[in-house]
């Protein structure tokens, strides 16, 4: 019964900012990482950003710079900062985790329904 539900999309113009956060409930033992996928229209879903329980964190090229990834361990949650945004950014945004449900069972992974995010150029 694990959810992950995003928030915080929306329509901004170029050059604006948008932050979204991910929060996970349910049956949780551990998160061992979470982040974030997109898939703008017409073109397949790539990863974006990825978090690790220890901190460590990275972003694919095209955002860098522009985009930070953070989690609040304490919370389940992890958040997508985004600023600057393009027109290039446009497309629905995943939250993902891989994450135990039990001390003593297998890690898998988990998605979130996706929120849109459109930026007008």
């Known amino acids: 019964q694990v959810q992950l539900v995003e928030s915080g999309g929306g329509l901004v113009q170029a050059g604006e900012s948008l932050r979204l956060s991910c929060a996970a409930s349910g049956s949780i033992f551990s998160i061992l990482s979470m982040g974030w996928y997109r898939q703008p229209p017409g073109k397949q879903r790539d990863v974006v950003a990825a978090?690790?329980?220890?901190?460590?964190?990275d972003v694919t090229d095209s955002v860098k710079g522009r985009f930070t990834i953070s989690r609040d361990n304490a919370k389940n949650t992890v958040y997508l900062q985004m600023n600057n945004l393009k027109p290039e950014d446009t497309a629905v945004y995943y939250c993902?985790?891989?994450?135990?449900?039990?001390?003593?069972?297998?890690?898998?992974?988990?998605w979130g329904q996706g929120t849109q995010v459109t930026v007008s150029s």
């Open positions: 993902y985790a891989r994450l135990k449900t039990t001390r003593w069972g297998d890690d898998n992974n988990y």
């Open positions: 978090a690790a329980s220890n901190g460590a964190t």
